[in-house]
């Protein structure tokens, strides 16, 4: 009986966990198309790139004017985004992966922040 409580108690956490994790990252994703549409508006958005360093010198490059913190060192550096806490910022990486951690990560700490679909991948695709 006592195993049958253990049990219910960890489906219950972690279908919890399950959701706060999809409240987190839900609806803050954007498309590239949709991001480049933000790019080239009055009203500049924030782009925050998650890549480490020698990656924005690859074949994939980078958006002009993204600020870069690597995903790795993203949680001790947020207070260099504390600037940035009232505007949107759009975090890109690759593929996307990096960037839906680094999202919510910022969400959680009280930004206004959303994932990159495709990432410099899908940029690429789309601006050629």
């Known amino acids: 009986m006592k195993n ?4 219910i108690i960890f489906a219950t956490i972690l279908l919890l966990s399950a959701y706060i994790f999809s409240q987190s990252t839900g609806k803050s994703e954007i498309s590239i198309a949709d991001l480049i549409v933000q790019l080239e508006s009055e009203e500049k958005p ?13 074949e994939l490059g980078h ?14 550096r947020l207070s260099e985004l504390a600037d940035y806490k ?3 910022i759009f975090v ?3 593929s996307g992966n990096r960037s839906r951690y680094a999202t919510a990560l910022l969400n959680k700490a009280g930004f206004n922040a959303s994932n990159v679909k ?5 940029y690429h695709k789309v601006k050629k």
């Open 92 to 94: 890109i990486c690759r």
């Open 4 to 7: 049958k409580y253990i049990i």
């Open 63 to 76: 958006i002009y004017n993204a600020i870069n913190i690597p995903v790795h060192e993203l949680e001790g």
């Open 86 to 88: 009232a505007k949107k």
């Open 46 to 58: 924030i782009l925050l790139d998650v890549r480490n360093p020698n990656e924005l010198k690859g």
């Open 118 to 122: 495709g990432g410099m991948i899908e």
